[in-house]
């Protein structure tokens, strides 16, 4: 992997938002590449996530986008540009800081955004009827369902899929997310969503939208819809060899290395305005 930019030390900083379900790992190969080009990079893990199941449902969307408000803070606090940048829920995260926080962020990093469970491995009930789910959870059934993750888990790289899954199925929620999603925190995804779609248009800052074609997890509706509704400039980027966990599966590098161009010509631009007004 190549960095071709390299920031000036502490004047950008990148958040990193994990998805539904997930942990900070799906995002280690991301913040190394990310730190090799100079930034400082900070990886939020979501309230409730990285537990047990009981852990998730004491939280609601609310409470995780807390956490990145908190996250992000502290992480402006130490650099003069601030990117948030997020996997599949943790891009709808990072769109939900830009739209409450214009003034503070400088650019996002949109990877498998996922705004519906619309992808080819989804069940028919999944990607047709997810929109019954605040009424079903309303009227008091389906508090003890779950979705649960299927082949081939988002995951086109058959030898790291069997890594995560035997861990995640062993257990390990801290490094390789729950098995399944809870129907009461899919609800809550679906709310977040439903909120962040119909705000799109306050976005005005400058959307890298790294999705795959073949995401079994999320079409590129989603970011069909981010091209349609922002207000600032997206630049999208359709990977051709991964699955839906763009960030870990087997076009990472590519990921990483056209964010690295991406936030670094950003970071440039602002110097030279800089400059330009100082002369």
Not at 185 to 195: A, I, V, W
Not at 233 to 257: C, F, G, I, R, W
Request: glycine share 8%.
């Amino acid at each position: 992997m190549t960095t071709p930019h390299k920031v000036p030390p502490g004047s950008a900083g990148v958040l990193l938002i994990h998805g539904l379900t997930g942990t900070p790992n799906e995002l280690r190969f991301v913040a190394r590449g990310l730190k090799a080009a100079g930034f400082e990079v900070e990886c939020v893990r979501l309230a409730g996530h990285c537990g047990t199941e009981a852990d998730l449902l004491a939280t609601g969307w609310k409470d995780w986008f807390a956490s990145v408000e908190q996250a992000a803070e502290a992480l402006r606090k130490r650099v003069k540009h601030l990117f948030v940048a997020g996997l599949s829920m943790g891009a709808v995260l990072a769109m939900k800081y830009a739209i409450e926080h214009p003034g503070k962020v400088d650019g996002l990093g949109l990877y498998g955004t996922t705004f519906f469970y619309d992808g080819w491995s989804i069940p028919f009930e999944g990607r047709h009827l997810a929109f019954l789910l605040p009424i079903v959870m309303a009227v008091g059934y389906g508090r003890k369902k779950r979705f649960m993750e299927a082949h081939p888990y988002g995951i086109k790289n058959e030898r790291l899929r069997q890594a995560i899954t035997s861990k995640m199925h062993a257990g390990d929620s801290e490094a390789a997310g729950l098995p399944g999603n809870p129907w009461p925190s899919l609800e809550q995804f679906y709310r977040l969503s439903s909120n962040v779609r119909k705000n799109l248009h306050r976005i005005h800052v400058p959307a890298l939208a790294v999705h795959a074609r073949e995401d079994d997890v999320a079409t590129l509706a989603s970011v069909h819809i981010i091209e349609r509704r922002f207000s600032g400039p997206v630049e999208t980027v359709v990977l051709a060899n991964s699955y839906h966990m763009v960030t870990v599966d087997q076009e990472k590098a590519t990921l990483v290395e056209r964010s690295v161009d991406f936030f670094s010509r950003i970071v440039a631009r602002a110097a030279m305005k800089e400059k330009h007004e100082e002369s």
